[in-house]
């Protein structure tokens, strides 16, 4: 398989469906995101975290890869079978973030990124995963995209928040309390 084919050398991809788009068409940018989302999230699971972390963050590169093959089909032309979402998916990321809830202070402030690699790669993940979600939004304006991947992003983002908080917690780190000035 070839990695370049030429086509989009002058600024147009196509779908899955074969419909050719602009390459900087709300839909591209959606599944961009999205697949910058998974980069990060994959960095973070390269971190030296706990394993049962690791095995979650793996399922949710696989959810990630669902959504962009979601958001990368032409819903009016494409006939492919794609893998869908499901309620267990964004019940999970519930889960997840219940249960390290329970080990977590409770929140008395506003936190700062920082204090540790691994909790800082958490809040950048989280911000792409919110600009997947505004992206993705924006798309849903106009065209056809399966609501719960709107869910899932909003859910993940949480996730990622917890986590971050989570991993802290593991790490001994203290989180950085933000202190407006005033």
């Known amino acids: 398989m070839k990695i370049y084919t030429k086509t989009g050398d002058k600024g147009e991809t196509s779908l899955i469906g074969g419909t050719r788009v602009p390459k900087h ?12 989302l998974n980069s990060w999230i994959g960095l973070i699971n390269d971190q030296d975290i706990a394993q049962e972390s690791k095995t979650i963050l793996s399922e949710i590169q696989d959810r990630l890869f669902t959504i962009g093959s979601s958001l990368a089909s032409d819903p009016e032309k494409s006939r492919m079978k794609i893998p869908d979402l499901h309620a267990s998916d964004i019940e999970l990321l519930e ?16 936190i700062l990124p920082g204090g540790h690699t691994s909790i800082s790669y958490c809040h950048l993940a989280r911000c792409v995963c919110r600009r997947a979600e505004r992206n993705v939004i924006h798309l849903h304006e106009t065209e056809y995209v399966n609501e719960m991947v709107i869910v899932y992003l909003n859910r993940l983002s949480d996730y990622l928040f917890v986590l971050a908080r989570f991993i802290g917690h593991q790490l001994n780190v203290n989180e950085i309390a933000w202190k407006a000035r005033m």
């Open 95 to 110: 889960n997840q973030i219940d249960k390290m809830n329970e080990v977590l202070p409770e929140m008395r402030h506003f």
């Open 25 to 36: 068409h709300i839909r591209i940018e959606s599944y961009g995101t999205v697949d910058e």
